[in-house]
T-cell receptor, first 111, second 118 residues
């Protein structure tokens, strides 16, 4: 089976930095996505990693280590609006584009 | 540029009725995906379609559920004879299909249809 693990909940303070980890054990790997989902809304695309290393995009960065089956999403200068669920998802195979999602990490940012 | 559109946003059905969920992909996108999200659970893949073709339906229950993406018009997810366990949020995503099946397209999600079965 496919296994994608994330912490269920995290809390952090406005202005701080938070790192959300994701580990995966899957039958194939063709890239890893991070999405943000506010309650009752659509998941919105944050980042995509297929090669090892860090991808930086403004306040958000995502890291991948394929040998370790590990990724993290780093959020800097946290704002209240960053309170949301963060979803880690893996594409298993080239050409078969279904995303396999973890259960998501609910982040609560407090003042 | 309009995003992925889904309607209705909320749907209430009684047990045994049919539910029909619609998804219009982003302009220029030819690939559509349906996912289901149960309360407190992650998104689960159901089906992946291209125009007039079902590519992968490995996540869709064999009975009562069907999906189509006709040449003209939106993609439809149909659930016949709904049961209480079908209550969930159903999300549609689309991608451009630029990779031609090789590599990976980014999927963009619609706002979802929240189905409640009484």
């Amino acid at each position: 089976g496919q296994n994608i693990d994330q912490p269920t909940e995290m809390t952090a303070t406005e202005g701080a930095i938070v790192q959300i980890n994701c580990t995966y054990q899957t039958s194939g790997f063709n890239g890893l996505f991070w999405y943000q989902q506010h309650a009752g809304e659509a998941p919105t695309f944050l980042s995509y990693n297929v090669l090892d290393g860090l991808e930086e995009k403004g306040r958000f960065s995502s890291f991948l280590s394929r040998s370790k089956g590990y990724s993290y999403l780093l959020l800097k200068e946290l704002q209240m609006k960053d309170s949301a669920s963060y979803l880690c998802a893996v594409i298993l195979n080239t050409g078969f584009q279904k995303l396999v999602f973890g259960t998501g990490t609910r982040l609560l940012v407090s003042p | 540029n309009a995003g992925v559109m889904q309607n209705p946003r909320h749907l209430v059905r009684r047990r045994g009725q049919e539910a029909r969920l619609r998804c219009s992909p982003m302009k220029g996108h030819s690939h559509v995906y349906w996912y289901r999200q149960l309360p407190e659970e992650g998104l689960k893949f159901m089906v992946y379609l291209q125009k007039e073709n079902i590519i992968d339906e490995s996540g869709m229950p064999k009975e009562r559920f069907s999906a189509e993406f006709p040449k003209e018009g939106p993609s439809i997810l149909r659930i016949q004879q709904v049961v209480r366990g079908d209550s969930a949020a159903y999300f549609c995503a689309s991608s451009p299909g630029e990779s031609g099946g090789v590599g990976t397209d980014t999927q963009y999600f619609g706002p979802g249809t929240r189905l409640t079965v009484l």
